[in-house]
């Protein structure tokens, strides 16, 4: 979270690893002809952190 408690519109994801979270604006323009874009209808995504030892 930044100062302003600021709340992405949008995260991209490249080879299972979060590349980008941005305004869907700026996101979009990392789009390419394979993406795969899913729509959460307004839910909340929350990221997992799995530690494998």
Same mark, same amino acid.
């Given at each position: 979270m930044?100062?302003? +408690?600021?709340? +992405?519109?949008? =995260?991209? @994801?490249? %080879? #299972?690893?979060?590349i980008? =979270?941005?305004?869907?604006? %700026?996101?979009? !323009? *990392? !789009? #390419?002809?394979?993406? !795969? @874009?899913?729509? *959460?209808k307004?839910? =909340?995504? *929350?990221? #997992?952190?799995? @530690? @494998? +030892?």
């Amino acid at each position: 979270m930044d100062k302003d +408690a600021t709340i +992405a519109e949008a =995260v991209a @994801v490249k %080879e #299972g690893k979060i590349i980008a =979270v941005s305004s869907n604006k %700026e996101i979009r !323009k *990392l !789009k #390419g002809r394979h993406t !795969k @874009v899913v729509d *959460l209808k307004n839910k =909340v995504l *929350l990221p #997992g952190f799995f @530690v @494998v +030892a």
